[in-house]
């Protein structure tokens, strides 16, 4: 029996496969959500942020062609200089195999990195170089007939001790924000 990737590995860090992605997008536009920015997931974002004192929270609803911010909070200037001295700026959109989120949606649970270069799998990503990320909190939103809809997360630049308070604020945070979803989009 020999092993066959399904896409390159020249990297560590394999973005795992996502078999849900079109059921999702449909579960979303029935929601009203995952085209458009919200207004009222931005502030949900900001208060997530200035909650757990990060950089940056979004909520994300990935599909199949990659990462889509509906909610986003994010410094007005970078924190992270590139080598020739520009910033890069985060937008609303990533690739699937830029960021964390992907991870937490193929596992269906809260993902904590305190330092993601501990990690070998992770420290190689992209928005490690390129926005400076250095810790990651994020958690599935679950919906009420067991699919992920994307998820909640924060992230920041420097490396963060999130333990058990940390997971179980997230983990609120998603869990609140699935109930406002499921109840038509955020006003």
């Given at each position: ?34 085209e ?7 502030t ?8 757990t ?74 928005v ?60």
């Amino acid at each position: 029996m020999s092993y066959d990737p399904p896409r390159p590995v020249g990297r560590l860090l394999l973005t795992p496969q996502d078999t849900e992605a079109p059921a999702r997008a449909r579960r979303l536009r029935g929601l009203g959500l995952g085209e458009r920015p919200e207004p009222a997931l931005d502030t949900f974002a900001a208060r997530l942020a200035g909650r757990t004192g990060t950089t940056y929270a979004m909520v994300n609803f990935p599909d199949e062609k990659g990462q889509f911010f509906a909610g986003l909070h994010a410094p007005e200037a970078a924190p992270v200089l590139r080598e020739d001295g520009t910033r890069v700026e985060i937008g609303r959109f990533l690739p699937r195999d830029h960021g964390f989120c992907p991870h937490v949606v193929a596992r269906r649970k809260a993902l904590a990195l305190q330092d993601v270069r501990d990690f070998p799998r992770f420290a190689g990503n992209a928005v490690v170089d390129d926005l400076g990320i250095r810790s990651y909190l994020g958690a599935p939103l679950l919906d009420s007939t067991g699919m992920v809809l994307g998820t909640v997360c924060v992230a920041d630049v420097a490396p963060r001790t999130w333990g058990r308070e940390g997971l179980d604020a997230i983990k609120a945070a998603a869990a609140e924000l699935v109930v406002r979803l499921e109840g038509g989009p955020p006003h």
